[in-house]
């Protein structure tokens, strides 16, 4: 069992950055693979990147260039790092761990760019 929490959504402008955080209630040096993934009101939960146990990264293309996933087994976190936002990308951002066989989930933050 693991718990997961996310933290840093908000409300951002159009071009602006945020960093989401995603801290585990224990090591995640084992985990075979940490991921975020997104949903926007009325659609599928959508994976945006994944980091894996040896750092190997995956993005949707839609992001890219912008946004680069990171991992800190020293702090049990693994970090969102997102530049140039764009209306699009507001969603509740979700964060995911892949610990064979089993998938968890944290609960949550809500990610807006408007102007």
């Known amino acids: 069992q693991v718990q997961l929490v996310e933290s840093g959504g908000g409300l951002v402008q159009p071009g602006g950055s945020l960093r989401l955080s995603c801290a585990a209630s224990?090591?995640?040096?084992?985990?075979?693979?940490m991921g975020w993934y997104r949903q926007a009101p009325g659609k599928q939960r959508d994976m945006v990147a994944t980091i894996n146990s040896g750092g190997r990264t995956n993005y949707v293309d839609s992001v890219k260039g912008r946004f680069t996933i990171s991992r800190d087994n020293a702090k049990n976190t693994v970090y969102l790092q997102m530049n140039s936002l764009k209306p699009e990308d507001t969603a509740v951002y979700y964060c995911?761990?892949?610990?064979?066989?089993?998938?968890?989930w944290g609960q949550g933050t809500q990610v807006a760019v408007s102007s």
């Open positions: 995911n761990a892949f610990i064979a066989p089993m998938d968890y």
């Open positions: 224990r090591s995640i040096f084992s985990f075979n693979v």
